[in-house]
């Protein structure tokens, strides 16, 4: 299984940027995604959570982005979501993916957590 994450980019205070993440199979095809996330990361300092999304759809996010950022997902497309509203200077970061997936690899059930290759989103401010 890889994630693939993409629509990062250089952006104004105040602006909007949309995340993408596919999950895809590698080896076999995907069966189920559970728990899917964004974590962001800055140099020197540790990755954290931004957001997350069950498979029923309930979301959580940190006290930082809400109001402002929003995850959803398409269980169909095996794709998770980032609209990010109103940006500022501090969400410079790079963005990465993490889901929980189901898979089915030369005929065995699989179970594993995956991260995407991470984008970078930066604000001017």
């Known amino acids: 299984v890889q994630l693939q994450a993409s629509g990062g980019g250089l952006v104004q205070a105040g602006g909007s940027l949309r995340l993408s993440c596919v999950a895809s199979g590698t080896s076999g095809r995907v069966v189920r995604i559970d728990d899917m996330e964004w974590h962001r990361q800055v140099p020197g300092r540790a990755r954290e959570l931004v957001a997350a999304?069950?498979?029923?759809?309930?979301?959580n996010y940190a006290d930082s982005v809400k109001g402002r950022f929003t995850i959803s997902r398409d269980n169909v497309k095996n794709t998770v979501y980032l609209q990010m509203n109103s940006l500022k200077f501090e969400d410079t970061a790079v963005y990465y993916c993490k889901a929980d997936v189901i898979s089915n690899e030369y005929g065995n059930t699989v179970a594993g957590r995956y991260w995407g290759q991470g984008t970078q989103v930066t604000v001017s401010s």
């Open positions: 999304i069950t498979s029923g759809g309930s979301t």
